[in-house]
């Protein structure tokens, strides 16, 4: 079965087709926790040259100093440097952990497009918890962990398709604007990474660090939706994923999406879908009618 909690951990890809890695190639992607002060990285004093790295906080708080200047890094924010680099980033003495996602990448395409985000946007990069990027390096780590990126030629068209959509989120002025608070994109990120699990909006509150009621108002303040819908809302399209890609039963899509049996599942994605699991599975996804 597939594991849809992703533990902290890392992965190192390397491959030897001198094509793709000119094109672009994942070098490594993880998921970690730092709390110590030792987590200290200088960019130019890396062994690992002519790489690229993408790094999205999720919780507590980080720190990196560019060009002589401090940027501290909280929930939702992001960075893109190179290497070698005049920078830092580390543990800030104030902070006692710091939860983040990277993936550092490597090839002409990735470097042309790393290059160009930083003259027109910079370093530090805002996301939303359900943007492109994310959930697509959400969708790469699991993955890794499930052992599934096996080969050269599979890696580098993830890398790329990667790549595109960082650079598709930073041409859009609308979403590099849109904010959201610490707290709910804690609780989106807690959505996110355990919808396989029996939770809920209660528990979605506790990791955002806010009351119910605060949380659900400011919740459906920010992402138009509440906590519920949003949820349900990753989980049908896990769904949706599973029932085009995969030979699992209802019953077992059921379980892996936070489902407690399939009658209840075939209920909420009808609801939602306007079709059953077993006719999209079969049709794809229904079209739209005519005139909206």
């Known amino acids: ?124 990069l805002h996301f939303q918890p359900d943007s492109e990027p994310v959930t697509y390096l959400l969708k790469l780590l699991q993955s890794a962990t499930a052992k599934e990126i096996s080969n050269a030629h599979q890696a580098s068209g993830l890398a790329y398709q990667f790549t595109m959509n960082l650079v598709t989120y930073c041409t859009s002025l609308e979403k590099r604007l849109s904010q959201w608070p610490e707290e709910i994109v804690e609780a989106s990120m807690f959505a996110n990474n355990h919808y396989g699990e029996d939770i809920g909006p209660d528990d979605m509150a506790i990791a955002s660090g806010m009351s119910r009621y605060h949380f659900t108002r400011q919740f459906k303040h920010y992402t138009n939706a509440t906590p519920i819908q949003y949820l349900t809302d990753i989980r049908i399209k896990k769904a949706k994923e599973l029932l085009l890609n995969t030979k699992y039963s209802a019953e077992d899509i059921a379980k892996l999406t936070g489902y407690k049996n399939a009658n209840y599942f075939n209920k909420v994605f009808k609801k939602v879908t306007g079709t059953s699991p077993g006719k999209f599975r079969t049709e794809g996804q229904p079209s739209p009618p005519m005139g909206t």
Not at 63 to 76: E, S
Not at 84 to 104: A, C, H, K, Q, V
């Open 1 to 124: 079965m597939l594991k849809q909690s992703l533990q902290h951990g890392s992965y190192g890809y390397r491959f030897s087709d001198r094509n793709l890695q000119n094109l672009a190639q994942i070098w490594s992607l993880g998921w970690e926790e730092q709390t110590s002060s030792l987590y200290d990285w200088d960019g130019q004093n890396r062994r690992d040259t002519g790489k690229f790295i993408f790094q999205y906080t999720i919780s507590g708080k980080g720190a990196i100093d560019i060009n002589g200047d401090t940027h501290i890094l909280t929930p939702g924010q992001g960075f893109i440097v190179n290497i070698p680099g005049n920078y830092r980033y580390y543990l800030p003495d104030d902070s006692n952990r710091w939860e983040f996602m990277y993936i550092t990448l490597y090839g002409d395409v990735v470097k042309h497009y790393w290059n160009e985000i930083q003259k027109d946007i910079g370093y530090i």
